[in-house]
């Protein structure tokens, strides 16, 4: 039995719930594993499907159509907030990657708002101090601690806040705030160096995973880690002024 087939047989709910449950456990599943494409193996699938499945109930439970928003949608906000929650309880990732992931971003952000212009991989392996092949292991490292990502900040399909998963839709200032956040990522994204803006869109927009990108741009699938990481960082860095604590 598998830990949906598991889980649905412990839980109890009204019917229409558990109608839309039994519906949309494949979402749950379908976004575990494309989240734990990027998280290290300690990190075990059925934990994600499980802490997936309570967010799938909850959705079940406290969704509005009157608010607008697809079921689907509003459903794989609280699944991905969900399994989100349970990789921080997790804490899997050492303090010291969250650390120098801070630090890449800051020295990113000094050298671009310096030069007017993208920071390069020597110049911020030099203002660290760390040679480039050390600078490429930060980044392998950091891509699979909590970074920016775009599940975290609520870039979801129809574009609806994170922050609305567990509450009622936003009033009128927090859309105005929020339209303004996707204009200023959008500008962010289009702004990154080509091949960086390449493989988030092949990543996030193709659902590809990184070797298959990797076969597409030509370089392997660590270098392709490396590059998804460089890119969140440098969005990190360029958007700080809209999440303070990523």
Same mark, same amino acid.
């Given at each position: ?16 719930d ?7 456990s $494949? ?5 575990a594993y494309?989240?734990? +494409?990027?998280? $290290?193996? #300690?990190?075990q ?9 309570? *967010?799938?109930l909850?959705a079940a439970k ?5 608010? *607008?928003?697809?079921?689907?949608t509003?459903a ?13 309880? *997790?804490?899997?990732? $050492? ?9 890449v ?10 030069? *007017? ?16 092949? &050390?600078y490429h ?11 920016? +990502? ?8 129809d574009?609806? $806040? #994170?922050?609305? +998963?567990?509450? #009622? ?9 929020f ?7 959008a ?9 960086e ?6 990543y996030?927009?193709e659902?590809?995973?990184?070797? &298959? ?6 370089? #392997?699938?660590s ?24």
């Amino acid at each position: 039995m598998d830990s949906v087939a598991m889980y649905m047989t412990v839980q109890s709910g009204g019917k229409g719930d558990d109608d839309l449950v039994v519906q949309y456990s $494949p979402l749950v599943k379908r976004i575990a594993y494309h989240i734990m +494409s990027r998280l $290290p193996p #300690s990190v075990q699938v059925d934990d994600l499907i499980q802490a997936g499945m309570i *967010g799938l109930l909850e959705a079940a439970k406290n969704y509005d159509a009157s608010q *607008g928003a697809r079921f689907e949608t509003y459903a794989g906000i609280r699944i991905r907030g969900a399994m989100l929650d349970e990789i921080r309880r *997790g804490d899997w990732a $050492p303090r010291s990657v969250h650390r120098k992931a801070r630090e890449v971003a800051d020295t990113i952000r000094d050298i671009e708002n310096k030069t *007017g212009r993208d920071a390069k991989d020597h110049e911020v392996a030099k203002a660290l101090d760390i040679s480039l092949r &050390e600078y490429h292991k930060t980044l392998q490292d950091a891509n699979g601690c909590k970074l920016l +990502s775009f599940e975290e900040m609520g870039i979801t399909d129809d574009a609806i $806040p #994170s922050s609305l +998963s567990g509450r #009622s839709m936003a009033g009128p200032l927090e859309g105005v705030q929020f339209d303004d956040f996707k204009k200023n990522l959008a500008e962010a994204i289009s702004g990154l160096p080509e091949r960086e803006s390449l493989v988030l869109s092949l990543y996030y927009d193709e659902d590809m995973n990184l070797r &298959e990108i990797g076969s597409i741009i030509g370089v #392997s699938e660590s270098r392709v880690s490396q590059i998804h990481s460089q890119a969140l960082i440098r969005l990190r860095s360029r958007m700080k002024q809209w999440k303070s604590d990523i």
